[in-house]
């Protein structure tokens, strides 16, 4: 996957996508799978912002039972079973675990009853079906737990996923089906004609170069810059989202090999406390949100409030706010409805404007695919998408580490922590080792990377700067990246001229 933006004015395109987000990423993905000649932009990295900063789940949202939509729990549900088929390295099944306690708003005959509902919504798509628990049991399943009050909870399954890495496996899939995708490309204004959007002027940040994009359509897929765009379109444009902030913080150590569901004493909300790279990761808070969505940031209060309601339920593990590892705050885009942040439907609204231009908002991480569909449904009908999904790294491995580290001279963890990022396409990895053995090299021991893994990144993946490469290997929850790994990431930038 090679960075070209001077590609891009050279010929006009059936499809341009604006925005480099999840939402983008799967539109560029089938459109291009549908026979569409597509251009995608992203000002930044892709999935940098808000696609990267999410709780990490693929899920049918059982909150959303509580008001009452049905089709969209549904719909996420069967969503859930196609990622977890189309990219088992990326996405995978979690037990989440649901501690009810004296006095808890939602008693325990209403979880029982909540997630009985949740599975029946599933149907063949259930993971594995919910269990009942009793209070000795859910302390079994993590002894940190509050002992008083406990009166038991539910397990039920959901699913994992490492959420940059699935919006780049759908910016790679793009790419092999014939799109042109460039990083670090900011749309300044559209180009019109009789009234009508014909392209785009942008300017391509890493040169200083302003270029122009025509195209047939032009589909804008923003998140929370979803506003800026409208206006830049039409002054005048009444705002179609509204903004809410969620942040996560990183814990040392798990709390337990299950996910926890917590439902906040404090307010109306409910948060996760999940197991993840070997860590906790806990999240999320949901408040309004009227800064920049270039300026989201973590505030002191929202990494109290979070370690304030874990401790509640898990005095055992004392949170402290001075071991906190790390966090990020990410902006949710929500069609602008009343009701409270907590309560506003994750929906998507696809829109026209006047000149032509779409333009793509809500929903939620899960049903991206569905998303896309129904944006490229509204442009150009086609098959690929709805019958078939398939994505870069997708499929099984038919080699285990072992042999795999065999073949390509590393060691068997090593291959192992490939294999996870990579899935199927592990081999265009490790081939890097081959005739160059310092690529072999491990530059970071937690977790494992290889040299050959930060080359790829540059070369295949199209990371330009040392923050691109570290969330391209999961460095990204770290206080501190290794010294040796950084020294890595800028020597090989710096030999292929992207840092000085």
């Not at 926890?260 to 409910?270: S, T, W």
């Not at 068997?412 to 081939?431: I, N, W």
């Amino acid at each position: 996957m090679e960075r070209n933006p001077d590609h891009l004015a050279k010929t006009p395109f059936d499809l341009l996508v604006v925005g480099g987000g999840i939402n983008g990423a799967a539109i560029a993905h089938i459109g291009a799978r549908r026979g569409l000649k597509v251009a995608l932009l992203e000002k930044g990295d892709f999935a940098s912002g808000t696609s990267s900063k999410s709780t990490k789940l693929i899920h049918g949202g059982i909150r959303y039972l509580e008001n009452l939509e049905l089709d969209l729990v549904y719909e996420s549900l069967h969503e859930r079973r196609l990622q977890l088929e189309a990219a088992p390295h990326l996405v995978k099944p979690l037990s989440i675990v649901i501690p009810v306690y004296h006095g808890d708003k939602r008693p325990l005959w209403m979880m029982k009853l909540g997630v009985s509902c949740y599975d029946g919504l599933a149907g063949k798509a259930v993971i594995q079906k919910h269990r009942n628990l009793t209070a000795a049991e859910v302390l079994e399943l993590a002894p940190a737990a509050r002992r008083e009050g406990l009166r038991g909870g539910v397990l039920y399954w959901d699913a994992q996923m490492d959420d940059f890495r699935l919006c780049l496996a759908n910016v790679v899939s793009a790419v092999q089906a014939g799109a042109q995708a460039v990083n670090y490309v900011e749309v300044i204004s559209f180009i019109k004609d009789n009234d009508r959007a014909v392209g785009v002027r942008a300017v391509d940040l890493l040169a200083d170069h302003t270029l122009e994009v025509y195209a047939k359509n032009v589909v804008c897929a923003l998140g929370p810059w979803t506003n800026q765009l409208l206006r830049m379109d039409n002054p005048s444009a009444p705002k179609r989202i509204r903004m809410t902030k969620g942040i996560h913080l990183v814990y040392p150590g798990k709390v337990s090999a299950h996910g926890f569901l917590i439902p906040a004493k404090k307010d109306d909300r409910v948060f996760f406390i999940l197991p993840w790279r070997g860590n906790s990761l806990i999240g999320t808070t949901d408040t309004v949100y009227s800064g920049s969505p270039d300026d989201v940031r973590t505030e002191s209060e929202d990494v109290d409030y979070l370690l304030s309601e874990a401790d509640r339920v898990f005095p055992g593990v004392r949170f402290e706010k001075s071991s906190v590892l790390s966090t990020f705050a990410g902006i949710r885009p929500l069609i602008r409805r009343g009701g409270s942040p907590s309560k506003v439907s994750r929906k998507h609204m696809i829109h026209r404007s006047h000149s032509g231009i779409w333009f793509v908002a809500g929903g939620k991480y899960t049903t991206y695919r569905r998303v896309a569909v129904d944006c490229l449904d509204k442009i150009r009908r086609g098959t690929y998408g709805l019958k078939h999904f398939r994505l870069h790294g997708g499929g099984n491995l038919l080699q285990t580490a072992e042999d795999a580290a065999r073949e390509f001279n590393v060691p068997p963890e090593a291959a192992r922590a490939v294999m996870s990022a990579h899935g199927t396409a592990y081999r265009d990895v490790l081939q890097r080792v081959l005739g160059r053995p310092e690529f072999g090299q491990i530059v970071c021991e937690a977790p494992l990377i290889l040299k050959a893994q930060i080359v790829h990144a540059v070369e295949a993946e199209m990371a330009r700067t040392p923050d691109d490469v570290i969330r391209r290997l999961a460095l990204d929850s770290l206080v501190n990246v290794p010294a040796e790994c950084l020294g890595a990431i800028e020597e090989v930038l710096k030999a292929r001229g992207y840092f000085s």
